[in-house]
């Protein structure tokens, strides 16, 4: 299908696509500041599933979040509230079937999007992809560049509002710690295969308490709670309180880095500039890693079945299960030691929130 040449002077309303999943919603922010700086005067909203809008959430580039809930809401219902809006470029950044239909119904002139089967027949402005070639944010970008649009930021963004703030410094102020005084754990993930398993967390834990001398707080979701509760009971760390995304994150900023299973909450500490040390199996640091700031990955390098991308494995999950602690804690020793680098040439504060707040 022939591309269309767009007419930057009709584009006034724009939406943007990315229903899920938490990171790579938040990697696909970096295109929000792109698209301000070239229709400074056009509406640009996002549309997006309920649970993962916190990430756009205090956005300044986003003038609408329209959310949807997959449980409440029909695909002629969001179907019918996109046509409403009378969006003149659609850019879906997804391009599963569902988005697909909502781009090609959404009364748009301009349809962005890439030709996986056949969605490629909803666009008629079609992104050559390059997933498995770079890394996501660089895909998302893409989108833009096939526009003719300049790419001058590619960073991912996400904002800390001021309770969140306040509730992290609450609860850093209650455990008598002071920021960068302690090491932060996710230990949730995505997919079961992308999880490191809780006693490996236990003997990390073991080991900084022993050899850095600093306290960590395990942060989990909603699901995770029961084995958040088993690591910090096991290892002496501190279980962190329920936490919205945002206060996680505040959390996670105040902390002196992060040890994580590849999910959310990794790039939302990236977005952040928390350097982060990011345990890899399944999935691909260069296509799906921190992006952006000082980083680390652990994986078990023994294995010839490193990035397979399967959601079950039917060899025993050996990428997670056979990647030692002690492997795991080199890697935080070389993250240190690249933090202590940087803050010798830098400022001592280690950085900025997206939010621009201190927390």
């Not at 959310?67 to 029909?74: G, H, L, M, P």
């Not at 993250?335 to 927390?359: H, Q, Y």
């Amino acid at each position: 299908m022939r591309n269309l040449r767009i007419n930057k002077a009709a584009i006034h309303r724009i939406l943007v696509v990315k229903p899920r999943a938490i990171g790579d919603v938040l990697l696909s922010t970096a295109v929000l500041p792109n698209l301000r700086r070239e229709f400074m005067d056009a509406r640009i909203d996002f549309l997006v599933e309920s649970f993962a809008s916190p990430v756009l959430e205090g956005n300044s580039f986003v003038d609408n979040i329209v959310a949807y809930d997959t449980r409440r809401d029909s695909s002629i219902s969001i179907i019918s509230a996109v046509r409403k809006n009378r969006y003149d470029l659609v850019i879906d950044l997804f391009a599963n079937p569902r988005t697909a239909v909502i781009t090609l119904l959404s009364g748009a002139k301009y349809r962005v999007g890439f030709p996986f089967k056949w969605r490629r027949l909803a666009y008629n402005i079609v992104v050559p992809p390059r997933s498995g070639t770079v890394h996501n944010v660089e895909f998302n970008l893409d989108a833009l560049r096939r526009l003719g649009l300049r790419v001058d930021n590619t960073t991912p963004s996400f904002y800390l509002d001021d309770d969140s703030i306040a509730f992290a410094s609450d609860f850093i102020s209650s455990l008598e710690l002071t920021l960068g005084s302690f090491i932060t754990f996710n230990i949730g993930g995505g997919w079961e295969t992308k999880r490191w398993p809780a006693e490996k967390f236990i003997r990390l834990s073991h080991m900084i308490d022993e050899e850095v001398h600093q306290p960590v707080v395990v942060l989990y979701g909603p699901s995770e709670a029961k084995e958040a509760e088993g690591i910090a009971g096991s290892s002496g760390a501190i279980l962190a309180p329920p936490t919205s995304l945002k206060q996680m994150g505040a959390i996670m900023k105040a902390s002196r880095l992060l040890v994580t299973n590849d999910s959310g909450p990794m790039h939302i500490a990236a977005a952040l500039g928390v350097p982060t040390l990011a345990i890899f199996g399944p999935t691909s640091p260069h296509l799906q890693g921190p992006y952006g700031n000082i980083s680390e990955i652990a994986r078990n390098e023994k294995l010839d079945c490193l990035e397979c991308n399967l959601t079950k494995c039917s060899i025993g999950n050996l990428c997670m299960k056979e990647l030692e602690p002690e492997t795991v804690f080199e890697h935080l020793k070389i993250l240190i030691t690249k933090i202590d680098e940087r803050m010798s040439k830098t400022n001592p504060d280690r950085g900025v929130a997206k939010s621009d707040e201190e927390i």
